[in-house]
T-cell receptor, first 112, second 116 residues
């Protein structure tokens, strides 16, 4: 069945460091791919998405490219800020009802 | 736009009682709503898919008689945890898909359930 695997955390970085959070997926068909962010005490918010191969989603300095050949959707940011500290979830949507399947989440801690 | 609310935001109940959680799409109509459960430091686990006016579809391993889902209107779905036990304590999150959208979901802020 469909599934998402993302790197385990926590990831601790200093402010202005480069961020990569790896995400790979298994799916039948052509899923849409997403990154969601969950700030402490809040619900999930859509960060970015890509709906087909080679699409690049971007928002707030974060980017991820839909790579069909490697079944990956790695999240990157060139210079993280303390305010980026949160839990990041990779997800795919596909199959019947376009159900969402989430990765296990990666906690990011950014230190000043 | 695209706001989803949940009520209550947290609830504490005694073992054996039932608890109802509401999920509302405030500014759009949602033909499909989803219910998730999130364990501490873990990902969201899809529990069931709810379509307006029809019975919910439950994921494998989720007891439909324990987690009753009703999607009575295009803006409201409810999850009732019946005869709650301490192991049902968790963070329950709903999401709503706008009518006409295939892969967009908007998430509610979640409900923290604690069963004593």
């Amino acid at each position: 069945g469909d599934s998402v695997t993302q790197m385990e955390g926590p990831v601790t970085l200093s402010e202005e460091a480069f961020l990569t959070i790896n995400c790979t997926y298994t799916a039948t068909g052509y899923p849409s791919l997403f990154w969601y962010v969950q700030y402490p005490g809040e619900g999930l918010q859509l960060l970015l998405k890509a709906t087909k191969a080679d699409d690049k989603g971007s928002n707030k300095g974060f980017e991820a490219t839909y790579r069909k050949e490697t079944t990956s959707f790695h999240l990157e940011k060139g210079s993280v800020q303390v305010s980026d500290s949160a839990v990041y979830f990779c997800a795919l949507s596909g199959g019947n009802f376009n159900k969402f399947y989430f990765g296990s989440g990666t906690k990011l801690n950014v230190k000043p | 736009g695209a706001v989803v609310s949940q009520h209550p935001s947290w609830v504490i109940c005694k073992s054996g009682t039932s608890v109802k959680i509401e999920c509302r799409s405030l500014d759009f109509q949602a033909t499909t709503m989803f219910w998730y459960r999130q364990f501490p430091k873990q990902s969201l686990m899809l529990m069931a898919t709810s379509n307006e006016g029809s019975k919910a579809t439950y994921e494998q391993g989720v007891e439909k008689d324990k987690f009753l889902i009703n999607h009575a209107s295009l803006t409201l779905s409810t999850l009732t945890v019946t005869s709650a036990h301490p192991e049902d304590s968790s963070f329950y999150i709903c999401s709503a898909r706008p009518a006409g959208s295939e892969d967009t979901q908007y998430f509610g802020p979640g409900t923290r359930l604690t069963v004593l």
